[in-house]
T-cell receptor, first 111, second 114 residues
Framework: QKEVEQDPGPLSVPEGAIVSLNCTYS??????FMWYRQYSRKGPELLMY????GNKEDGRFTAQVDKSSKYISLFIRDSQPSDSATYLC???????????FGGGTRVLVKP | DTAVSQTPKYLVTQMGNDKSIKCEQN?????MYWYKQDSKKFLKIMFS???????INETVPNRFSPKSPDKAHLNLHINSLELGDSAVYFC?????????????FGQGTRLTVV
């Protein structure tokens, strides 16, 4: 079993809908949580960064971390066709600098 | 200005050849990484360098040898390339101080071994 699990999708939504993405993890030592967006044939682009439990909002993006459930979420409001990409969650322990990634969820926003 | 840049973007080569990928970051970060992304899009760390010192060396064949001439550069040399080495290789960097842990990635090098 992988340390970080993420549904591969694809997740197809109509333009304007809310996109809801999530990851579960097994290692309670993870303290830093990130969401990356990756367009086809491009590098991962950092979207959101959170430390420990709680919520963080940045424009149309909201990241939530629930350490008690070992569950993190990313919500994209008012989704646009340009949001169509693969979304990767990543996490890191307090010590060390290795990022552990989920397998990514492919999102398609249809006009 | 590109923050993390790697060259070449595409690399097609025959089995048995030796090839290198170069990476440079202009973010002033102390730590640099090589990640491998397989055909299923799974990203996995290979190496990590902090101030030119090897910190992480995952279970990677010793045909792969990273080299960091200074903290802004991290190169990856691959000897005796095999078909299974075909993947996208990403360079990344992070600061790892002041409570910041996020990594910034380059655009990737798509390696195809034929």
């Amino acid at each position: 079993q992988k340390e970080v699990e993420q549904d591969p999708g694809p997740l197809s939504v109509p333009e304007g809908a809310i996109v809801s993405l999530n990851c579960t993890y097994s290692n309670s030592a993870f303290q830093y949580f990130m969401w990356y967006r990756q367009y086809s044939r491009k590098g991962p682009e950092l979207l959101m960064y959170t430390y420990s439990s709680g919520n963080k909002e940045d424009g149309r993006f909201t990241a939530q971390v629930d350490k008690s459930s070992k569950y993190i979420s990313l919500f994209i409001r008012d989704s646009q066709p340009s949001d169509s990409a693969t979304y990767l969650c990543a996490m890191r322990k307090a010590a060390g600098n290795k990022l552990t990634f989920g397998g990514g969820t492919r999102v398609l926003v249809k006009p | 200005d590109t923050a993390v840049s790697q060259t070449p973007k595409y690399l097609v080569t025959q089995m048995g050849n030796d090839k290198s990928i170069k990476c440079e970051q202009n973010l002033g970060h102390d730590t640099m990484y090589w990640y491998k992304q397989d055909s299923k899009k799974f990203l996995k760390i290979m190496f990590s360098y902090n101030n030119k010192e090897l910190i992480i060396n995952e279970t990677v064949p010793n045909r792969f040898s990273p080299k960091s001439p200074d903290k802004a550069h991290l190169n990856l040399h691959i000897n005796s390339l095999e078909l299974g080495d075909s993947a996208v290789y990403f360079c990344a960097s992070s600061q790892d101080s002041g409570g910041r842990a996020e990594a910034f990635f380059g655009q990737g090098t798509r390696l195809t071994v034929v």
